[in-house]
């Protein structure tokens, strides 16, 4: 299965929970890790990458409770009309993606009366958007709280380095059971 990840951290040698997962994904010798933080314009090699990936995996730090700036520009310039949407686009049309997220935050902090005010799946709904738009199979979202290794804000790097590396396998399991669906 040809495995495609965009890569949308905007600086993974300040990650640590981003920068173990993809470690364990490069690792993967049929996959292929997009930094989109590197995206250099050319919007052809990029739609042409989401094409002949059979599996789309979308890594991102959740950053104010969406993705980083640098996915979301990505996203703009890459899901053109006629490509991504329109009469004669959707080329990526049941495409299956899954959605791998860190978040730094407590999973009780999405809700109404937690500091960021409503459930996760609010949030969820937003970053999917341009994907349900396009007509992608969103196969799975695996999302993993807590992943802050800053102790200056109270996190813990041994804790986001396990969690990380738990978070990857989840991730690896899920692409395997797909692997299977779509042999």
């Known amino acids: 299965m040809n495995v495609l990840v965009i890569d949308g951290h905007p600086n993974l040698a300040r990650s ?13 010798t049929n996959w292929s890790i997009n930094h989109v933080a590197h995206f250099n314009g050319d919007i052809k090699v990029e739609q042409d990458l989401l094409l002949r990936a059979d599996l789309i995996v979308v890594q991102f730090p959740l950053y104010w409770s969406t993705y980083p700036a640098v996915l979301k520009k990505w996203v703009d310039d890459v899901f053109t009309y006629g490509f991504a949407f329109g009469p004669d686009g959707s080329r ?6 899954l959605f791998s997220i860190t978040a730094g935050a407590t999973e009780d902090s999405y809700s109404e009366s937690g500091f960021n005010f409503l459930p996760f ?9 341009p994907f349900r738009a396009a007509e992608v199979n969103i196969v799975d979202t695996i999302i993993t709280f807590e992943m802050n290794a800053n102790p200056e804000e109270g996190g813990d790097q041994a804790n986001t380095i396990a969690l990380a590396h738990t978070h ?12 299977e669906t779509y042999a």
């Open 121 to 129: 799946d609010a949030y969820q709904a937003a970053y999917e958007h």
């Open 16 to 28: 640590v929970a981003n920068s173990t997962i993809l470690a364990h994904q490069t690792q993967q």
């Open 92 to 97: 990526l049309k049941d495409k299956p993606v």
């Open 168 to 179: 990857a396998k989840s991730v690896f399991e899920a692409i395997n059971q797909l692997a």
